[in-house]
């Protein structure tokens, strides 16, 4: 019976304790107070409410959110979410899109935009580091989830082998050194997004990427502020997350071209 279950679900007690299950890697799950095996979470189902030793928990199937902040193991720094979803929006990425990214990382930003061109589209991840490829393909699961990932162990200043890319987005050290391959791996009108940390790697940005035909349509910084949700104390979180990133989206232009402004002669 547990092969109806999806590749993931959540457990959840919707305070401290949440845990992302690859149900195809264990029989039981451990929690706070106790234990329940996949065979019981699949008798009672997926949004059923269930009690350990008088503790109530949560099991849902695993959404892209918790995929990616608890399912995932880390050995970079993610994208956060608050992030991701105007990157997706900014870069126009939906079913069918051929995306580009450099600066894969442990494969987060992969998995979402993986996720959202669907089986359609492609994603073609370019990461330098050889040593992190392993852990990519692991939080790349299960393989046939992630058929639309193209993986290279490259770094992408050394050229991009794919053209005519719908979008690409870079999350790395110093990007004005990919602005020419992206470039001419992009289409006319193809969207660039950037991510990079500190104020003088921005400076630097925008000062390189003047050398390439780039329209640069937006500069920007996200901010996000939860709240708590006791209905008689409303009021925002203790903790928010602050500074993640600079933001820099571009739009790729074909090189100037001479218009004739006088009639021709008769």
């Known amino acids: 019976m547990t092969q109806f279950l ?14 992302v299950v690859h149900t195809g890697e264990t029989d039981a799950v451990n929690l706070p107070n106790g234990s329940i095996s996949l065979q019981e979470i699949a008798e009672i189902g997926l949004g059923a409410i269930f009690e350990v030793n008088g503790k ?16 995932i193991k880390r050995d970079t720094q993610i994208i956060y979410p608050k992030d991701a979803g105007y990157i997706l929006l900014r870069l126009d990425i939906f079913p069918g899109k051929n995306v580009g990214e450099a600066g894969t990382g442990s494969g987060g930003m992969t998995l979402i935009m993986a996720r959202a061109v669907g089986s359609s589209g492609c994603v073609y991840t370019y990461e330098k580091n050889e040593n992190l490829a392993d852990r990519i393909r692991k939080n790349l699961r299960p393989k046939e989830d992630f058929e639309n990932v193209r993986l290279y162990t490259r770094a992408v200043e050394e050229g991009i082998f794919e053209t ?42 925008l000062w390189a990427i003047r050398d390439y035909p780039f329209l640069i349509t937006e500069t920007a910084e996200i901010f996000l502020r939860t709240y708590k949700t006791n209905p008689s104390r409303f009021r925002p979180d203790d903790r928010m997350v602050g500074h993640t990133g600079y933001l820099l989206f571009a739009r790729v232009l074909q090189e100037s071209v ?3 402004t006088e009639p021709d002669p008769e």
Not at 58 to 71: A, F, I, R, S
Not at 178 to 189: H, I, M, Q, S
């Open 258 to 260: 001479r218009l004739k």
């Open 56 to 71: 109530k928990y949560y099991v849902l199937e695993c959404d892209t959110y918790d995929l990616v902040m608890k399912g």
């Open 164 to 205: 005519g890319l719908d979008a690409f987005f870079l999350d790395v050290r110093d990007p004005s050194r990919a602005l020419g391959a992206v470039y001419a791996a992009l289409k006319p009108g193809g969207h660039l997004g950037v991510l990079v940390p500190t104020a003088n790697q921005m400076s630097k940005l």
């Open 6 to 19: 999806p590749g993931a679900i959540v457990i959840t007690d919707n305070r401290k304790f949440l845990r």
